[in-house]
């Protein structure tokens, strides 16, 4: 009797059995998806801080490739807002991980201190302006939360960093 089949047959078991681990892979076939009631938990949350304040704001998520996942505009936040919330958001998951930031603010400096980074503003979708923030699993961005609307995107950074506060502790690490 040949003991080949069930020691294989055994092994596949034992690898089905394993669980997955949410962390980057090595290559380009890593891809998260950032579940939807986080998502909207967080940019319920931006807007709710930012409305506290007195702000109209919209948030927008985007996931990995930069498509809005969640769009809400607060009340009372103009029709502009969209359009900034996803451009700050876009840089963030675009161009964070090429230059190592994990806030659109990291970009708005960089374009003050180097020559070639103002060229990078005028990107389509791209802005150079503080107000998104990054999701990040295993370390690795994954997602990013832009507001747009405060009166200062500095004001617009601290409610994408509340909303992302809210829910960090539950995307996997």
């Known amino acids: 009797m040949n003991n080949a089949f069930p020691a294989a047959a055994l092994a596949a078991v034992l690898m089905l059995g394993k669980p997955v681990q949410a962390q980057p892979a090595a290559g380009n076939n890593y891809h998260y998806v950032l579940p939807l009631d986080l998502a909207l938990e967080s940019a319920t949350e931006a807007i709710r801080l930012c409305s506290s304040q007195g702000y109209r704001v919209t948030a927008t998520v985007v996931d990995m490739d930069g498509v809005p996942q969640v769009a809400l505009r607060g009340d009372g936040a103009t029709v502009h807002t969209a359009e900034s919330s996803f451009q700050k958001a876009y840089t963030v998951i675009t161009l964070g991980p090429e230059f190592g930031f994990d806030a659109s603010s990291g970009l708005f400096e960089l374009v003050k201190t180097s020559p070639y980074a103002p060229r990078l503003a005028t990107v389509r979708n791209v802005m150079a302006l503080p107000g998104a923030v990054a999701f990040k699993a295993g370390g690795a961005i994954v997602g990013a939360l832009g507001i747009g609307g405060a009166p200062g995107g500095d004001k617009d950074e601290v409610c994408a960093r509340a909303g992302l ?9």
């Open 165 to 173: 506060a809210k829910v960090a502790g539950r995307l996997p690490q």
